[in-house]
Nanobody, 125 residues
Framework: QVQLVESGGGLVQPGGSLRLSCAAS????????IGWFRQASGKERKGVSC????????YYTDSLKGRFTISRDNDKNTVYLQMNSLKPEDTAVYYC??????????????????WGPGTHVTVSS
């Protein structure tokens, strides 16, 4: 059974850091791209970052470049999202997802078929 489970969320002060984890089971992470998304309360879900499987090429939403870093550890079947210099506007539920269709990051959110339940991140003083 394909499963993705996020962890690492919580309450952090502005300027702080968190590292989110996306643990995969039921498939081998090595062969598939993994994306991170977030959804703030009352807003639509948006892409944050994605990492290819084939060459670990990474993609970021422009506004997050330099603060967020995605990485993967295939031995642990886990993808990480390191988030630094967090701002109140980063408050959201963060999700990881995959399309289980190939090694390259999908272009559209709708192409992702498998999602984790999400982890809450709150940035507040």
């Amino acid at each position: 059974q394909v499963q993705l489970v996020e962890s690492g969320g919580g309450l952090v002060q502005p300027g702080g850091s968190l590292r989110l984890s996306c643990a995969a089971s039921g498939f081998t992470l090595d062969y598939y791209a993994i994306g991170w998304f977030r959804q703030a309360s009352g807003k639509e879900r948006k892409g944050v970052s994605c990492i290819n499987a084939s060459n670990s090429t990474t993609y970021y939403t422009d506004s997050l470049k330099g603060r967020f870093t995605i990485s993967r550890d295939n031995d642990k079947n886990t993808v990480y999202l390191q988030m630094n210099s967090l701002k109140p506007e980063d408050t959201a539920v963060y999700y990881c997802a995959t399309d289980l269709d190939g090694s390259n990051c999908p272009n559209l959110l709708s192409e992702y078929d498998y999602w984790g339940p999400g982890t809450h991140v709150t940035v507040s003083s």
